[in-house]
Nanobody, 122 residues
Framework: QLHLVESGGGSVQAGGSLRLSCVASRNTYMTYCMGWFRQAPGKEREGVATIDSDDSTTYADSVKGRFTISQHNANTLYLQMNSLKPEDTAMYYC?????????????????WGQGTQVTVSS
């Protein structure tokens, strides 16, 4: 079992920045596909960014150039969010899966955190 705990959410004004953290209960570096997802009220969950075991990354078009996903210390995942917009408001979730990111497709990741709320005001 892998436990994930997110932190770093909060309330900011448009144009501001936040850094989300996700701490795993064991080493995930180069062994898991790690991802950040978000879900706004009344909307479906959407993928924000992923980082694979080879350090390759992907981003949703809506966050490209503004968000950066990275890993540190073997078990910590980050999401640096800059130039935040009101439409970025959502609950953000960290997720992990032992498969390669490119093999996961549309199925759900194996492990999920409890989420951290991000609210961006205009």
């Amino acid at each position: 079992q892998l436990h994930l705990v997110e932190s770093g959410g909060g309330s900011v004004q448009a144009g501001g920045s936040l850094r989300l953290s996700c701490v795993a209960s064991r080493n995930t570096y180069m062994t898991y596909c790690m991802g950040w997802f978000r879900q706004a009220p009344g909307k479906e969950r959407e993928g924000v960014a992923t980082i694979d075991s080879d350090d390759s990354t992907t981003y949703a078009d809506s966050v490209k150039g503004r968000f950066t996903i990275s890993q540190h210390n073997a078990n910590t995942l980050y999401l640096q969010m800059n130039s935040l917009k009101p439409e970025d408001t959502a609950m953000y979730y960290c997720a992990a899966d032992p498969a390669y990111c490119s093999d996961i497709g549309n199925r759900a990741y194996h492990y999920w955190g409890q989420g951290t709320q991000v609210t961006v005001s205009s």
